[in-house]
Structures are given as structure tokens and as C-alpha cells.
């Protein structure tokens, strides 16, 4: 791996220095720092000049102070004559805001592609986009990975000759079936209706779970009202036993506290694409790396080689 520079915001060190762990590169230092005005500076502190700049920064809490030192990285590596900047970001939160279904209101997840794209970046390497049309707000290349492969891996330890995937609801009923057939295992989705004031209610579930070992699947899990919803829904079908899993577990609120005390499920996993804090950790709680996949890609892309293969095998 010749010519390649790995760093990392403050967002998710522990994930960059596993990802430089798999290529056998070392993680490049940098520093942040605060002037008194309360603006940042960053300073990327190994050379840069035509190297392969790979920066990861996932965009998790705090998300506005973690995008503007990302952004400061990409201007730091540009001023520095990098050769190709790639921004790592496994978890793209303004993916949620797609689309103008109200008047007026701002469409952040175009708004921040473009503000990294003015900021130097030649390529984007992210993870489940809640929304994956959000993929063509970027005006660089986007290389999309999923998460299947790892909770697939993760599941297949147990029987599934009775397993039914659940989605939460139809929106992410694909990724269920893709996932669901990877396992050999049925599939079903919640009929979701979320409310202005956010609250949400699932009157249905489509598909069958009676007797049945249940996966929830959804891409992301935030305050786990949804998931809350759904588990009362599937109680009612009488499902032989629940588990659930997604991709970015970002657990706000209490949300992982809230689910652990559900006394039917018998476990929650996720994967690293977002830290979650020491302190909030349950016993319930698996939490999968994905930096085998990232630093792969890494490699793939600084190699001039195909991604597609990677995304191949998620669909496998």
C-alpha cells in the first residue's frame, strides 16, 4: 500500500485505526484545535503531497461540528497537494433529509454533498444510506457499501429453518427481502404511518411470524420508537422468538436501554459504524466490525480496482 495516507476525524478514531489495522499502513496523526472564537483548525500532520488521502470521519453526534472538521480535513489535504482526497464516511446522517415534503424546508443531504465536493473531495466511500437516491446528490463518485455480509455472518450461528425477516416498514422492505434470502429465511414489513409530531404507528404486519424466530432489520436505529412500535405489533402475532439488528446503531435517548428491557428480545445487533459509548453498552448488545469491508474497498479503490465485486457479495 505505497502512497497512501489514512486519517482520522474525531468522530470514530477507534474504526480508522482497525481499517489501517486490515491494510498494514499506519494512521496518520492530526490535530484539531479551537481558537478562542470557537472556530476549528485542523492540521493533517504527514505529507500529503500526490498521495491517496483517505479520510474517515462518520457524521454522528456532535453532526455539526464533526462535518465542519471534516470539511477542514478535505481543505487541509487539498491545500496540501493531496492526489485523490476519499472521504470514509460509514454513516451519512443527512441522508435523511431527501426530499421537500414541506414547504420551504431544506434538502440537507444535497446541501452537504455539494459542500464536500467544494471542499476538495474526489470520491465518497459510505454505508447503508438511509435513502439511497441521496447516492445521486453527489457530484463525485459515491461507492455504496452494505452491512448484509457481516449480519448475515452473524446470524447464520443459529437455526433459521423458521426465520422471518421484518422490516419496519415497505420503504425498507428490499433491503429485508435481499437480507431475508441471503439467510434462506421469509420476509415480512410493517405498515408504518409516522405523524407530524414523529410519532409513528404500524397497524399491520404484512407477512407470516406466527411461531416464528423474527429478525427486525432496519438501517439505522435513533431513538427505537419505530422499533418500539413494532415489537407491540408482532407480540400480538405470537413470534416464537425476536431479535433485532441494523446497521448504524446510534441509540439516542435511552433508546438502547429501552430495548434491552424488553423482555422478548433476546438481542441487539449492530455494527461500528458509529461508536457507541463504553457507558451504554448492554448485555444484550453485539456490535460487528465492518472494517474488514472498509479497508477492502480501501484498498480496491487505491488500487484501481472493481468495488462492484464487494457489492456483489452483499447481494450474494
Given at each position: 500500500?505505497?502512497?497512501?495516507?489514512?486519517?482520522?476525524?474525531?468522530a470514530h478514531p477507534d474504526l480508522a485505526a482497525e481499517v489501517c489495522a486490515h491494510l498494514g499502513v499506519p494512521l496518520s496523526p492530526s490535530r484539531l484545535s479551537r481558537f478562542a472564537?470557537?472556530?476549528?483548525e485542523v492540521q493533517l500532520q504527514a505529507n500529503c503531497r500526490e498521495r491517496d488521502v483517505f479520510l474517515v470521519q462518520p457524521l454522528v453526534r456532535p453532526v455539526q461540528e464533526h462535518l465542519v472538521e471534516l470539511l477542514l480535513m478535505c481543505d487541509a489535504a487539498r491545500g496540501a497537494s493531496a492526489g485523490r482526497i476519499t472521504v470514509v464516511m460509514p454513516h451519512?446522517?443527512?441522508?435523511?433529509?431527501?426530499?421537500k415534503d414541506e414547504p420551504r424546508i431544506s434538502l440537507g443531504g444535497r446541501l452537504v454533498a455539494d459542500l464536500m465536493a467544494a471542499a476538495g473531495v474526489h470520491r465518497v466511500l459510505t454505508m447503508t444510506?438511509?435513502?439511497?437516491?441521496?447516492?445521486?446528490?453527489?457530484?463525485?463518485?459515491?461507492?455504496?457499501?452494505?452491512?448484509?455480509?457481516?449480519?448475515?455472518?452473524?446470524?447464520r450461528r443459529y437455526d433459521l429453518t423458521r426465520?422471518?425477516?421484518?422490516?419496519?416498514?415497505?420503504?425498507?422492505?428490499?433491503?429485508?427481502?435481499?437480507?431475508?434470502?441471503?439467510?434462506?429465511?421469509?420476509?415480512?414489513?410493517g405498515a408504518k404511518q409516522r405523524y407530524p409530531d414523529d410519532r409513528v404507528s404500524i397497524n399491520t404486519v404484512i407477512g407470516e411470524v406466527t411461531g416464528r424466530d423474527v429478525i427486525v432489520l432496519d438501517d439505522e436505529i435513533a431513538k427505537g420508537s419505530t422499533v418500539l412500535e413494532l415489537l407491540a405489533r408482532l407480540r400480538a402475532l405470537d413470534p416464537r422468538s425476536i431479535r433485532v439488528a441494523c446497521t448504524h446503531g446510534l441509540f439516542a435517548g435511552g433508546a438502547l436501554k429501552r430495548l434491552s428491557e424488553q423482555p422478548d428480545v433476546l438481542e441487539i445487533v449492530c455494527t461500528n459504524t458509529v461508536p457507541v459509548a463504553a457507558e451504554e453498552h448492554a448485555d444484550k448488545l453485539r456490535v460487528l466490525s465492518i472494517a474488514p469491508a472498509l479497508a477492502e474497498a480501501v484498498r480496491r479503490i487505491h488500487n484501481g480496482e472493481s468495488v462492484s465485486a464487494l457489492f456483489d457479495a452483499d447481494r450474494a
Open positions: 500500500m505505497r502512497d497512501i495516507s489514512v486519517f482520522s476525524g474525531s472564537n470557537d472556530c476549528l451519512y446522517s443527512y441522508a435523511r433529509s431527501d426530499k444510506l438511509h435513502s439511497p437516491q441521496v447516492h445521486g446528490f453527489f457530484s463525485v463518485p459515491v461507492d455504496h457499501l452494505h452491512a448484509r455480509r457481516e449480519l448475515a455472518a452473524h446470524f426465520t422471518t425477516v421484518v422490516s419496519p416498514d415497505l420503504g425498507n422492505a428490499k433491503e429485508a427481502a435481499a437480507f431475508a434470502r441471503m439467510l434462506g429465511a421469509q420476509v415480512a414489513a
